[in-house]
């Protein structure tokens, strides 16, 4: 098996390719929950905005996550207009969204999450 090479190594034999390069992933940036969708309304826009106000402190839910969280809000919304018709399955996926997000505190805890602390931030970012 061969050893890739650096960059400075590709550039000084002549065959750096950008194209071929990995994506530089930054995690530093300011993180932003996702917008809600215009053709959410009612008690969905509101459940997002419930969602958006307890989770943004965790930093968890991405664009990524969005049609997950729209999944999430028409259940509840179902849930919460007319429990009677609200089946076991239906009651299974919500429970299953609501994990995959990291609302529920089991998953918080698995995923070994805490509320960020913007002085904490600061420290490790600045270092100050």
């Known amino acids: 098996m061969t050893q890739q090479s650096s ?11 950008t194209d ?3 994506p530089k992933l930054s995690v530093d940036g300011a ?9 959410l309304k009612g008690d969905h826009r509101k459940i997002w905005g419930e969602v958006n106000k307890a ?3 965790y930093r968890v839910i991405t664009l990524a996550d969005k049609p997950l969280l729209e999944q999430y809000c ?3 919304a ?4 007319d429990p009677d018709a609200f089946t076991a399955s239906l009651h299974a996926q919500l429970r ?7 609302l529920t505190p089991e998953s918080r805890a698995k995923a070994k999450l805490g509320a960020i602390d913007a002085d904490a931030e ?4 600045y270092g100050v």
Do not use: I, V, W
């Not at 960059?7 to 390719?17: H, I, P, Q, S, V």
């Not at 993180?31 to 053709?39: E, G, I, N, Q, R």
């Not at 600061?122 to 970012?125: G, V």
């Open 31 to 39: 993180y932003s929950f996702p917008h809600c969708p215009k053709h």
């Open 96 to 102: 299953g969204l609501a994990t995959d997000l990291c």
């Open 78 to 81: 179902k849930l919460r207009s």
């Open 55 to 57: 989770m943004t402190q």
């Open 74 to 76: 028409f259940l509840l």
């Open 20 to 22: 071929r390069e990995t």
């Open 122 to 125: 600061a420290l490790a970012k």
């Open 7 to 17: 960059a400075l190594e590709k550039m000084l034999k002549g065959t750096n390719r």
